[in-house]
């Protein structure tokens, strides 16, 4: 692993993170004086399940997936992690081992933050605690919206809803001169819950409505046509 000290860009991605940036400038500045941005290779992990989470992350490039595997060894991809941003932060800050494994999927640049220098200086600074609870109230949200998608869409709304969710996350050109670099299929039907029979099934009918190219690459052809499917 390498590592390095923060650039302004950096600095400028940290500053976004509602629950940092909340700390103030100085108290921000100090604290960033005690990170560095770790390089990590495709292929390599951030962390294992089980490992001590002692520190949380903000993600500045490249991609991530949070993956739970199961006691036969069966994976299920919880979370792509493809926007500069934070992330590991709940768990960290409740003194928790890490739910999950993090998986590095393309080379990416990390800050890595230290639990107790965190903690540390929130303890001095207690009127920020609000605004710091907020921005870890984001997840509850997130997943609470999980599991609404699971219990009442159908999986083509599943499978188009994701697809246009990564198109817009990534950044991608929506007029078709670009193409998004979606994840691996077995992947994305791990990600939203539904067996690869039926992921393939249902890819298919997508492919039949002229919304999709299904392969080798997936690729969207008909947005409009797509984010109907996904309602």
Known sequence: MRSRQ???????????????S???AARLSDLIGKCRVEWHAKGEHLFRAGDVADHFYILLSGHLRLVKISPL???TVMHFLTQPGAFAEAVSLAGRAYPVECEV????????????AYLTILRSAPDVAGDVLAGLIRWERFFLEEIYKLRHTKPIQRIASFL?????????????EDETNFPEKRQIASRIGITPETFSRSL????ATGAIAAGPKLRILDRAALYELSR
């Not at 923060?6 to 940092?20: A, G, R």
């Not at 298919?204 to 492919?207: A, D, G, T, V």
């Open 6 to 20: 923060l650039f302004d860009t950096d600095i400028d991605i940290v500053k976004q993170v509602p629950f940092l």
């Open 22 to 24: 909340a700390l103030g």
């Open 73 to 75: 060894g069966e994976e």
């Open 105 to 116: 999927m393309e080379n990416c640049e990390i800050v890595a933050i230290p639990r107790e």
């Open 164 to 176: 246009i969710d990564f198109e817009e996350r990534n950044g991608e050109n929506l007029d078709g």
């Open 204 to 207: 298919r009918k997508l492919e």
